[in-house]
Every structure is written in C-alpha cells, then in structure tokens.
C-alpha cells in the first residue's frame, strides 16, 4: 500500500526555501488524492489525520512526518529520530527537539505531498490506538509538554480537515463597519467554552460510563440516583450532535450515485467522529496517560506530608534568586516531574503537580546580608485542585440526602468514596511535597 506520493514540484519547493531561509527544517501540507475508495474518502474527513501547526504563514511549530525535510546537519546534531516511537510520535518529537536545540522550522504551502489515508474501519481503529499510545510515549519524555489530564496544547494554528466541531464556536460575526464603512472585513469567531469543549476529550467516555452505572443503580436499586439519568442523556447528545454537525460539513471527493450512498458516506464519517477519541483513549490508558497517573512517586521513601512546611539555605556567594529558581526547576524537570512556573500575578514560585487531585506550590524569599551573602527561605505548601474540592462538596451533599432518605447502603458507599479520594488526594500532595524537599536538599548540598 502506498502512503505519500510527492508533488513533482516538491522538492523545488523545499530547496527554495532552505536557500533562502535559516529553516532547520521544513514542510509543507499533506492532502488525500481522490480515488483511494469511500472508506478512505471518509477518513479523510474524519479526525485524527496528520495535520501541520503554523504560528505564521511560514514559521511552523510542527509538521507531519507525511511531510517534513531537515538540513542533513540539524538531523544529526538532534541525533536523529528516537526509535522508541514506532507507530507515530516521532515527528512530534523531532519537531520539538529541533525547536529546543537547533532552530526555527519552516513550512511552504506549495510544497505538497498527496498522503494515502486508511482505507478499512479496522485500519483506521489501528491507525488511532498508535497515535493514543504514541502520546503516552511522548509525555513520559516530554511531561512539561502535558496538562494534569493528559493533553498538550499548541501555541499555533492547527490546519486540516476532519476537525470535531467545538459546539460553543459555532457562528460568529462579520466586522463590517457601519453601513459597510470598513476596507477589510473580518470574521470573528466565538471563543470556545470549556464546558461544551469537554466532550471533544477522550476522558468524556468515562463521565458517560459513570452517569450510565448511577442510572443503572437508580433503576435496578434506589430511585435517588435516578437524577443522573438527564444527565447522562445530556453526556451522549452532546458528542452525538458535535458529530453529525462535524460529519455534515465533509467534502467527499468520491462520486455517489445516489443519494443513499452520499448519506452513507456522512453516516460512516459521523461515526469515525465517535471512534476516534474512544480508540485514542483505549491507546491512551494502555501505555499510562490517565488523568489520575502520578509523576512524582517517591517509593519506599514517601513521607505523608498534609502541611506546609519551610527550608532555609545560606548562601556565602550571591546568586541571582531567578537563577535559583531556574536550577530548581531544571533538576524537577530532569527527574521527569511536571513543574510550572508562577505568572505576574501568583503568590508562588514553582509548582509540582503530584497528579489529577493535588499539587504542591514553593515560595522563596532571599535575605542579603551584605558582601554577596543571602539566606534563601522557601516555603512549600500542599494544593488541592478546584474541580476535586467541588467534587468533594458535591459528594457530601448527596451522602447527607442518602442519609435522610434512609439509602444507607448508598450512604457508606459515597462516604467510601469520600474518605478514598481525600486518602489519594493527600498522597499526591505528598508526593509531590516530597519531590521539592528532595531536590532543594540536593541544591543546598551542591551549594556547599
């Protein structure tokens, strides 16, 4: 089977670009030829295809392996592609490899490659089950990358087709000026809302299998749990219609004789719509990426920490307190821990995160004592994240109703779950506590 056939002109496209750019390497688009059969027609449609992100019309953040050329020398000072990834992955990495260590990607739109989708359902559940594990593969390397469910987000502009439409983006509105006054008309796009953004995520699958087994309870046990049922209906409408909306705005290149088939092809492209965050995240848990994974384990030396706790160290030369802090998250992130730094308008430094439920912030404060000599005092203290406190009171709220209904069965089991979630919450604020303390220690070691 053949996967990419160049445009004649491609290699053209690319050497004018290397000879008048610095580019380390450069793309171009990739596009499904007519001909390859209905199947392949609607995966082209269909998300989960390789798409190029472009900051501008000609800086790229990353392309597709379908699609990419480097310098000979940039290559090799990267050391090539990791063999580790095998089913897909290893341009995102080269991509930011390349963009770490050597330079600025490149990307020219006339530099086309006609890229052969799956043409099987089967191919297709297969193609996307590797992208789901080669994300988990990316994230133990590159967890600084990767939100706490899981996610990476891009600084550029995606482009390709098959996207799943974001319900809350739908619309917008034309600048037109007043009575058509204005010399360049734009459109404006409704910003996208997190609510109706969540169903586009894989781990939407575990909200509607949640609310299912609640409504099932309701059925065949108590009717208090029967509350679950709306929304439940509510969790599977809502990808339902992002489908068909996604599946409706498809352009087949395939000739249908009929109605009957045409509505074929959107109906197969709807369910791919389905398909692929579900087959992503069967890749996804296989190999580890799970909201609930925890990047900062300490093993047989974990210490139960649910306080704030403070260091001091003494400095007999003066350094910079922003070096200080730059070292400290270096030596985080060479353990392979997920550590963000505080914006203009935070109260803290550094922060770990120790998984889905808890994190913990570090504070610093540097004392000069004249002739270049400081004493640095840092402060750590344990956060748990805003959605589990509001799980929490929800969970609790239900327990007290389960009580005076007299569903005392149901009662244990939520204040079970209760009592297990602020157990696991406490040990991923811990562990992620512990992590701190270990490499501070480590730096006032080195410093001495």
């Known amino acids: 089977m053949r996967i990419a056939d160049p445009d004649p002109h491609w290699l053209h496209y690319l050497a004018m670009t290397y000879m008048i750019t610095d580019f380390v390497a450069v793309g171009g688009p990739n596009i499904a030829p007519a001909g390859d059969g209905k199947i392949a027609d609607c995966v082209a449609n269909a998300p989960g295809e390789p798409v190029h992100v472009l900051l501008t019309d000609t800086l790229?953040?990353?392309?597709?392996?379908?699609?990419?050329?480097?310098?000979?020398?940039?290559?090799?000072?990267?050391?090539?592609?990791?063999?580790?990834?095998?089913?897909?992955?290893?341009?995102?990495?080269?991509?930011?490899?390349?963009?770490?260590?050597?330079?600025?990607?490149?990307?020219?739109?006339?530099?086309?490659?006609?890229?052969?989708?799956?043409?099987?359902?089967?191919?297709?559940?297969?193609?996307?089950?590797?992208?789901?594990?080669?994300?988990?593969?990316?994230?133990e390397k590159w967890p600084k990358k990767y939100n706490t469910l899981g996610h990476t987000s891009w600084r550029g502009q995606l482009y390709g087709k098959g996207w799943t439409v974001n319900l809350s983006t739908l619309g917008g509105r034309i600048y037109q000026g007043t009575w058509g006054h204005a010399p360049f008309q734009s459109l404006y796009r409704a910003a996208p809302t997190t609510l109706l953004?969540?169903?586009?995520?894989?781990?939407?699958?575990?909200?509607?299998?949640?609310?299912?087994?609640?409504?099932?309870?309701g059925i065949v046990w108590t009717p208090l749990l029967l509350f679950s049922s709306p929304l439940l209906a509510a969790s599977i409408i809502l990808p339902i219609t992002q489908a068909i909306i996604s599946a409706s705005r498809a352009k087949f290149t395939s000739k249908p004789k009929n109605i009957w088939q045409l509505c074929k092809l959107y109906f197969i492209t709807a369910c791919m719509h389905l398909q692929q965050p579900y087959a992503r995240l069967i890749g996804r848990i296989k190999h580890g990426l799970t909201p609930w994974r925890n990047k900062s384990k300490q093993g047989k030396k974990f210490k139960l920490k649910l306080l704030p706790e403070s260091f001091s160290i003494w400095h007999e030369e003066w350094e910079d307190p922003n070096v200080t802090l730059r070292k400290l998250q270096e030596k985080l992130r060479q353990k392979g821990i997920i550590v963000s730094a505080g914006g203009d308008y935070d109260d803290w430094d550094l922060e770990v995160r120790g998984g889905l439920?808890?994190?913990t912030r570090l504070q610093m404060v540097t004392e000069e004592h004249g002739q270049g000599k400081q004493l640095k005092k840092f402060r750590l203290f344990p956060k748990i994240s805003l959605i589990f406190f509001s799980f929490l009171i929800l969970l609790g709220i239900s327990s007290i109703i389960s009580v005076f209904n007299q569903a005392w069965l149901f009662a244990i089991i939520q204040v079970s779950i209760f009592l297990i979630s602020i157990v696991l919450a406490a040990r991923e604020c811990s562990s992620s506590q512990n992590i701190i303390a270990q490499v501070i220690n480590s730096y006032e070691t080195e410093g001495e």
């Not at 379908?66 to 000979?72: P, T």
């Open 357 to 359: 439920l808890g994190k």
């Open 197 to 217: 953004s969540l169903p586009l995520m894989p781990e939407w699958y575990f909200v509607i299998a949640s609310l299912a087994v609640l409504t099932l309870l």
């Open 60 to 139: 790229a953040e990353h392309i597709p392996g379908c699609n990419m050329s480097f310098r000979k020398i940039s290559l090799e000072k990267i050391g090539g592609f990791d063999p580790r990834y095998r089913a897909a992955g290893d341009d995102v990495d080269a991509c930011w490899r390349l963009q770490e260590q050597v330079g600025e990607i490149g990307f020219h739109p006339t530099a086309l490659v006609w890229h052969h989708r799956r043409d099987s359902w089967s191919m297709y559940w297969k193609q996307q089950q590797g992208y789901g594990k080669a994300e988990a593969l990316i994230e």
